[in-house]
């Protein structure tokens, strides 16, 4: 390219100075100035044209070599975009996994399979289904027959004038076995709809018996349905429905399906433990990121009574244990057991509660309390003027959880005070009493229940509970309870054939001292097998009676036993 150049500049440069080069010639040559000239001028011309031309290409060659700058300039880019995407490339390939082998492919549809078989739930139509539920086999044991099942009455503990406490009791039983489901869905991100059953067999027809086929039939434990509207750091929450009282302690917030009720075997739970399962309705909302609760209901009303019953009275709630009337009327009718007593009462139990919980120096805590307002209602007939009688009820309660040595040590604490309260305990005391006049007076009485759990391993948990219910004396003249007048002179006396002792108090006040352990020997796959071995000691006093001197109270050792089998 070099040599061009230099050639074409000596070509063009002797192109021009030609010219001065024959203007300069000697003297001698002027004879041939005019032919000279003429040629001179001819091949000036023709000098000038071709160095127009050689002008020209050099023009072009400029062009051409600019254009080749150019051109090696977007190669030169190209190039280095080229390059740049190589190293892209080298470094994604770098990054890569290594090729699946068939082994590892095989791996992982093993794992996604087994990841699916070990869901606890089953989709229908996009709503998870949980199964669940126990078979237990249950082997029970009483000092004195009290004729029950795995459900204890602790508040008709027979005296020794009652032939049966004369006997043991012991049978076996597989009707606190319970099956249960909850379906659940989500309409949309930020609302949870669901249904709840739990069901068991401690129902008990007027066919069923132990004779041969201990046939028991199913019956409702809950049976509910619940909205969920989530927050993010607060939540909105109903319940309609079968359910565990408000008044029930949680374990967590006011959820459902926390209650903490007694890890016992005894169906009937632990003395001094407030609580009921009933239909009602509930609104409850959560605020502070879940950690302080408030909640509402209003659920189905029943009312027991004790004491004599003046004839007046016409319509009320029966109580036929401690020496309670067995007469009266509210005997059930449409869908309703003949045989047994209802209420009249028309006016829901109305409930309001509070809960707070938290982690506090590494210590899970919660706290609750609560507030219970209910009407008493009786018919009165005194000799043509009839009308209706209401009195007021009321309690206030609450207890608290606490996490003393987190996993391996818990304590809870529960308690209620009140009038009118006696069916929200477990020793199923009566809530109301009568007057001559037929007006109702609510018993004064609390209940209080503590407790303790050791997670000694994994598999072995500890517990320990101690419980109280007690009633104060309602007495009206001859008629209400605690009366000093009850003729309990043959309490302790086993009456001779044909003939009785009279043993006609009110029950004052039930204690329960209970202990035992849960053992989870199996855990897998299959769910988890335990055995379970509970003791209590019971001890019912009844009111102080003139004719005695005293308090006249009976103790009871149980004992019981249950396999039980969750198989979901």
């Known amino acids: 390219m070099k040599m061009s150049h230099a050639l074409l500049a000596a070509v063009a440069v002797g192109a021009i100075t030609a010219p001065v080069a024959v203007q300069a010639a000697p003297a001698k040559h002027r004879a041939h100035r005019h032919v000279a000239a003429r040629v001179t001028h001819k091949e000036d011309g023709q000098l000038r044209q071709e160095v127009s031309d050689l002008r020209a290409e050099v023009a072009s060659l400029h062009q051409e070599i600019d254009s080749q700058r150019q051109t090696a300039a977007t190669t030169q880019a190209q190039v280095a975009q080229t390059t740049a995407q190589v190293g892209a490339l080298q470094t994604q390939v770098a990054a890569a996994p290594a090729p699946v082998t068939q082994e590892e492919v095989k791996t992982d549809i093993a794992s996604a399979v087994e990841t699916e078989r070990k869901k606890p739930y089953f989709e229908f139509k996009g709503i998870h289904i949980t199964p669940g539920g126990f078979l237990e086999a249950a082997g029970i044991y009483r000092q004195h027959n009290m004729s029950s099942d795995v459900n204890t009455n602790f508040g008709a503990i027979p005296f020794p004038n009652a032939s049966s406490a004369h006997t043991s009791e012991g049978r076996f039983s597989s009707r606190q076995s319970r099956v249960s489901f909850l379906a659940e869905g989500k309409p949309n991100a930020r609302t949870k709809v669901a249904m709840y059953g739990e069901f068991d067999f401690l129902?008990?027809?007027?066919?069923?018996?132990?004779?041969?086929?201990?046939?028991?039939?199913?019956?409702?434990?809950?049976?509910?349905?619940?909205?969920?509207?989530?927050?993010?750091?607060?939540?909105?929450?109903?319940?309609?429905?079968?359910?565990?009282?408000?008044?029930?302690?949680?374990?967590?917030?006011?959820?459902?399906?926390?209650?903490?009720?007694?890890?016992?075997?005894?169906?009937?739970?632990?003395?001094?433990?407030?609580?009921?399962?009933?239909?009602?309705?509930?609104?409850?909302?959560?605020?502070?990121?879940?950690?302080?609760?408030?909640?509402?209901?209003?659920?189905?009303?029943?009312?027991?009574?004790?004491?004599?019953?003046?004839?007046?009275?016409?319509?009320?709630?029966?109580?036929?244990?401690?020496?309670?009337?067995?007469?009266?009327?509210?005997?059930?009718?449409?869908?309703?057991?003949?045989?047994?007593?209802?209420?009249?009462?028309?006016?829901?139990?109305?409930?309001?509660?509070?809960?707070?919980?938290?982690?506090?120096?590494?210590?899970?805590?919660?706290?609750?309390?609560?507030?219970?307002?209910?009407?008493?209602?009786?018919?009165?007939?005194?000799?043509?003027?009839?009308?209706?009688?209401?009195?007021?009820?009321?309690?206030?309660?609450?207890?608290?959880?606490?996490?003393?040595?987190?996993?391996?040590?818990?304590?809870?604490?529960?308690?209620?005070?009140?009038?009118?309260?006696?069916?929200?305990?477990?020793?199923?005391?009566?809530?109301?009493?009568?007057?001559?006049?037929?007006?109702?007076?609510?018993?004064?009485?609390?209940?209080?229940?503590?407790?303790?759990?050791?997670?000694?391993?994994?598999?072995?948990?500890?517990?320990?509970?101690?419980?109280?219910?007690?009633?104060?004396?309602?007495?009206?003249?001859?008629?209400?309870?605690?009366?000093?007048?009850?003729?309990?002179?043959?309490?302790?006396?086993?009456?001779?054939?044909?003939?009785?002792?009279?043993?006609?108090?009110?029950?004052?006040?039930?204690?329960?001292?209970?202990?035992?352990?849960?053992?989870?020997?199996?855990?897998?796959?299959?769910?988890?097998?335990?055995?379970?071995?509970?003791?209590?000691?019971?001890?019912?006093?009844l009111f102080y009676a003139s004719d005695v001197g005293g308090e006249p109270q009976v103790g009871e050792g149980i004992g019981m036993l249950s396999f039980r089998y969750y198989p979901f």
Request: aromatic share 12%; with cysteine.
């Open 203 to 541: 129902g008990a027809a007027q066919t069923a018996n132990s004779n041969e086929s201990n046939s028991y039939n199913l019956r409702i434990r809950n049976l509910y349905g619940t909205i969920d509207w989530d927050r993010g750091n607060s939540g909105l929450h109903f319940l309609g429905g079968q359910s565990w009282s408000l008044m029930t302690m949680n374990a967590d917030g006011i959820v459902p399906r926390t209650e903490a009720s007694p890890v016992v075997i005894d169906a009937q739970y632990v003395v001094g433990f407030n609580w009921a399962r009933q239909p009602g309705y509930r609104l409850a909302a959560d605020f502070d990121n879940h950690h302080f609760w408030v909640a509402v209901s209003a659920e189905n009303p029943q009312t027991t009574f004790a004491g004599a019953v003046p004839s007046i009275v016409t319509s009320y709630s029966n109580f036929s244990g401690g020496g309670g009337s067995t007469t009266g009327a509210g005997a059930g009718a449409s869908l309703f057991n003949a045989a047994v007593k209802y209420s009249a009462g028309g006016t829901p139990d109305f409930i309001g509660k509070v809960a707070y919980q938290n982690v506090i120096a590494g210590h899970g805590v919660h706290l609750e309390a609560f507030a219970l307002d209910r009407t008493n209602t009786a018919h009165i007939d005194n000799a043509g003027n009839s009308y209706n009688t209401n009195k007021a009820g009321y309690g206030f309660g609450g207890g608290m959880m606490v996490q003393v040595v987190p996993k391996v040590l818990d304590v809870q604490f529960s308690g209620m005070a009140g009038k009118g309260i006696g069916r929200y305990g477990t020793a199923g005391l009566p809530d109301v009493t009568f007057d001559g006049n037929g007006n109702i007076h609510p018993i004064k009485e609390f209940m209080m229940l503590g407790g303790i759990m050791i997670h000694a391993t994994k598999a072995l948990d500890i517990y320990g509970y101690a419980g109280e219910e007690q009633q104060n004396s309602a007495r009206y003249g001859t008629y209400g309870t605690g009366l000093v007048t009850a003729n309990d002179t043959g309490c302790f006396t086993e009456p001779l054939p044909g003939a009785s002792s009279p043993c006609t108090g009110n029950t004052r006040r039930v204690r329960e001292l209970t202990g035992g352990f849960w053992d989870r020997f199996y855990q897998g796959y299959f769910g988890h097998a335990q055995v379970g071995i509970q003791y209590a000691y019971v001890q019912r006093q």
